[in-house]
């Protein structure tokens, strides 16, 4: 037994030292993205793939410094710094994107975050973990729960466009104020579930924590420095990224749309993905569902409304939460198939392949959509 737990350690080990490595490689595309932006300034679809680039290796270092904190803190510390840090890139891209008026972005950003996590990067983690073992089990009441909570996400997103349909012949303009009342009800119910997480049924959701398989762990305050500066690059890179947007979507000749669901998307969720695959690839399951459902739900229920929020400060106008008939399609059957397939508390490789494929015509679709 303790050969077997050895060779699984050091398998772990492995893993995340190889994937590791190969992401602090890509830190190399900072100083070129920067070098792009002041150099190149009018080859704005260079810069654009650049930046997008640069935050894949930015977000693993901001999750890697967010873990070596929860280290030295605890794990109830290390959450809330995981809720605070966890979705720093689609904050600060959308926050970046609304300053430039790119609402249409903001929102398709959000939405392919979440097909990102909960198809691409569920669906790349039981494929990748159902290799080496033929059944995956993991905590399924911590997974229904944060499917219960995706759901209500979905409905918050089907009121607005009911609403927009339904009623704005009587009162034209209105989904600003619904959406802003929508964002409140959906931070204050995400501020109970972390209580709800976190606090009172904690024993029955947590799930095993196991310690990072770092030889060499970092001290406190390295890397509570690495967190902050990393932060800063990363807003650095969002507002190169944001700046960047329209001129590349239209030299390259895709929709706004596109833009933001699959390529925005992918690239801000990249380093969460590869971490999910990680624990996977581990033997930790449990780590990578509450990775990809637990970043979706913080997506839809706190990094969507507190855009809204924001927007009403940014100078073009309040967001609203009214989602394109295609998204809103989308979103609702991503949620369902994988409230479906995680709800059991137990998955195979076959079902990574159904969410994958789910994704990829769903990317089929976006990028057939016209701008």
């Not at 990067?121 to 009441?141: D, E, I, Q, V």
């Not at 700046?243 to 998307?265: H, N």
């Not at 967001?319 to 397939?341: K, N, R, S, W, Y």
């Amino acid at each position: 037994m303790q050969q077997e737990t050895d060779h699984l350690n050091a398998s772990r080990s492995a893993v995340h030292d190889m994937l590791h490595n190969k992401l602090s490689l890509l830190l190399v595309l900072v100083p070129l993205t920067v070098i792009a932006e002041f150099a190149f300034g009018e080859h704005k679809t260079l810069i654009f793939f650049l930046s997008a680039l640069s935050l894949i290796p930015l977000a693993h270092t901001l999750s890697e410094s967010t873990e070596q904190i929860s280290a030295h803190t605890g794990p109830t510390i290390g959450a809330l710094l995981n809720v605070t840090f966890g979705n720093a890139g689609e904050l600060l891209i959308g926050f970046f994107a609304l300053r430039e008026g790119l609402d249409r972005v903001v929102k398709a950003s959000i939405t392919g975050s979440i097909l990102s996590n909960l198809l691409l990067g569920l669906g790349l983690s039981m494929l990748a973990a159902g290799m080496k073992k033929k059944t995956l089990k993991f905590n399924a009441l911590a997974a229904r729960t944060r499917a219960t909570m995706l759901a209500l996400a979905g409905l918050s997103l089907i009121l607005p466009a009911a609403y927009h349909y339904a009623a704005t012949s009587v009162t034209p303009g209105r989904e600003a104020n619904l959406s802003f009342e929508f964002s409140i009800i959906l931070l204050i119910t995400y501020a109970l579930s972390l209580f709800f997480t976190l606090h009172t049924h904690s024993q029955l959701l947590a799930a095993k924590r196991e310690p990072a398989p770092e030889e060499h762990p970092w001290t406190k305050r390295a890397a509570l420095i690495t967190l902050l500066v990393t932060s800063a690059v990363i807003g650095w890179m969002s507002e190169i990224l944001a700046g960047s947007i329209e001129s590349a979507a239209k030299q390259l000749g895709l929709s706004d749309l596109f833009v933001g669901v699959i390529i925005v998307a992918v690239a801000g969720n990249a380093a969460e993905s590869l971490s999910a695959v990680r624990g996977a690839l581990a033997g930790r399951m449990d780590l990578s569902v509450g990775i990809t459902l637990g970043s979706s739900t913080q997506i839809a229920l706190f990094a969507a409304p507190a855009l809204v929020l924001i927007s009403r400060w940014t100078g073009h106008g309040p967001m609203d939460l009214l989602f394109t008939p295609i998204e809103i399609t989308a979103l609702v059957l991503a949620i369902a198939i994988t409230g479906q397939i995680a709800g059991d508390g137990d998955s195979n490789w076959f079902e990574g392949v159904q969410l994958l494929a789910v994704y990829l015509m769903l990317a089929a679709m976006f990028f057939l959509m016209p701008g």
